[in-house]
C-alpha cells in the first residue's frame, strides 16, 4: 500500500546510487573523471558512516550528470584509503581537475557538503 503523500504529489524522483569504488578501480573512477568528483570514504560498523549514506545518496541524486558521486569501503580498499591519507570515517573528499580540493572528517550534513559542491566544485556563487 502507497503512503499518503506518494498518493497525492506521485513516487518522486528515482535515487541515484554512488559508484563503487575500490582498489582496482579508483584511478579511472576518480582521477580520470571528465566531472568532479564526491567520494565518501566509509567502513563497516561505523555509525556515523551509517548516517551519511542517505546524504550521500541525496547529493548522488541532486547533482546527477554535474558531478560523481562515489563510496569507497576503506577496509576492503585499505590502500588507496591510505595513500588519501584517511585515518578515520567517515571522510568525505572533493576533487576537481583530478586533484582533491577539499575534505570534510566526520559526519555532516546535506547542506554543509552542497554548498562545498557548490562553491567548489561546480564555481557556483552564493
Known amino acids: 500500500m502507497k503512503g499518503l503523500l506518494t498518493k497525492i504529489f506521485g ?3 528515482p535515487k541515484v546510487m554512488p559508484v563503487h569504488v575500490d582498489d582496482s578501480n579508483f584511478v579511472d573512477e576518480v ?3 571528465k566531472v568532479p568528483v564526491v567520494l565518501d570514504v566509509w567502513s563497516p560498523g561505523c555509525g ?4 551519511m549514506e542517505p546524504v550521500v545518496v ?3 541524486t541532486r547533482y546527477q550528470g554535474k558531478i560523481k558521486v562515489a563510496e569507497l569501503n576503506a577496509a576492503e580498499s585499505g590502500a ?7 585515518s578515520g570515517t567517515p571522510t568525505v573528499l572533493f576533487f576537481k581537475g583530478h586533484h582533491e580540493v577539499d575534505r570534510v572528517v566526520g559526519f555532516v550534513g546535506e547542506r554543509y557538503l552542497t554548498e562545498i559542491v557548490d562553491n ?3 564555481g557556483a556563487t552564493p
Open 48 to 51: 556515523p558512516c551509517k548516517m
Open 11 to 13: 513516487p518522486g524522483t
Open 80 to 86: 588507496t584509503a591510505a595513500r588519501l591519507g584517511v
Open 58 to 60: 541525496s547529493l548522488a
Open 120 to 122: 567548489e566544485l561546480l
Open 31 to 33: 582521477r580520470r573523471s
